[in-house]
Nanobody, 122 residues
Framework: VQLQASGGGLKQAGESLRLTCAAS????????VAWFRRTPEKEREFVAG????????NYTSSVKGRFDVSRDNAQSTVSLQMDSLKPEDTAVYFC????????????????WGQGTLVTVSS
């Protein structure tokens, strides 16, 4: 499966942004998709993920209540709605896919999209 992340940009603190991960290839509805982010301090941090059915979601604690991950299997997309953005959300965001279930270990995702830069000013 090929992934393409989009939607990054420059926002002020408190604003919202929506990232989209578009997938191509077969059987997208059998893949879990996760969002990771990279900052100068952290190589790649798990942000949020959604399992293949869409029934199970997981978030890192710093984004719980602010970010929401969803999927549209008919469109082969996974979105990350980011509300109440903070300067510490500034990062390059990546989407990644693996079969079935979410894990937080980057090494267990064989498919990655290119990054999209999110910058949040204070």
């Amino acid at each position: 499966v090929q992934l393409q992340a989009s939607g990054g940009g420059l926002k002020q603190a408190g604003e919202s942004l929506r990232l989209t991960c578009a997938a191509s290839g077969r059987a997208f509805d059998t893949y879990a998709v996760a969002w990771f982010r990279r900052t100068p301090e952290k190589e790649r941090e798990f942000v949020a993920g959604i399992n293949w059915t869409g029934r199970y979601k997981n978030y890192t604690s710093s984004v719980k209540g602010r970010f929401d991950v969803s999927r549209d299997n008919a469109q082969s997309t996974v979105s990350l709605q980011m509300d109440s953005l903070k300067p510490e959300d500034t990062a390059v965001y990546f989407c990644a896919a693996r079969l079935w279930d979410i894990v937080m270990d980057t090494t267990r995702y064989p498919y990655w999209g290119q990054g999209t830069l999110v910058t949040v000013s204070s």
